[in-house]
């Protein structure tokens, strides 16, 4: 087995037992707030070289702060503006080597160097973005990628349950 082999397989299992900690921690919780809340606290706790990981929700016709680990953020981002706008408007994840090469960057943290930004979908609509920076260019590869949107869509499944079981509780 290669060394990069190794990694891609390390990579892997890493993100499987992360979303596997995802789901049991939000599995009986319907309160999207406090799930976001503890998603960023457990992505921000196990990934490595990353300075911030946080939700910005989608309110009003552009994105505004949600649950978040890491220092100040941003409060307001435009839709289509930034990284996490263009996330939003293009219901596509942004994954940027270098932040200060993309059209538009807001540079919340100066020391952000690389970006991923995933969007998180309710019926067909995006509804909020998960947002993980890091100081180091190209932190995140297409592993990354995949494993973290798993875990959106873990997120993305709870929402659609709990909404179902919300619409039920009110019918009767």
């Not at 087995?1 to 049991?24: C, G, I, P, R, W």
């Not at 435009?78 to 807001?106: K, M, S, Y």
């Not at 920076?133 to 973290?148: P, V």
Request: with cysteine.
């Amino acid at each position: 087995m290669t060394n990069k082999t190794k990694q891609l397989n390390d990579k892997t299992e890493f993100y499987q037992n992360l979303s596997a900690q995802v789901k049991s921690l939000i599995s009986d919780e319907a309160d999207p707030i406090a799930n976001m809340a503890n998603i960023s606290a457990l992505l921000f706790d196990a990934l490595e070289q990353v300075n911030w990981v946080g939700f910005y929700r989608v309110l009003d016709g552009q994105l505004v702060l949600g649950p978040f680990q890491g220092k100040v953020a941003c409060i307001r981002i435009p839709l289509g503006i930034g990284v996490c706008g263009t996330a939003a408007q293009t219901n596509t994840t942004q994954r940027i080597d270098d932040v200060h090469q993309f059209e538009g960057h807001i540079a919340c943290d100066a020391a952000s160097n690389s970006e991923i930004v995933i969007p998180v979908q309710l019926k067909g609509d995006t509804i909020a973005v998960l947002d993980i920076d890091s100081t180091e260019f190209k932190r995140f590869d297409q592993n990354d990628q995949n494993g973290l949107e798993a875990i959106v869509q873990i997120f993305e499944q709870n929402l659609t349950e709990h909404e179902q079981l919300l619409e039920k509780s009110q019918l009767k």
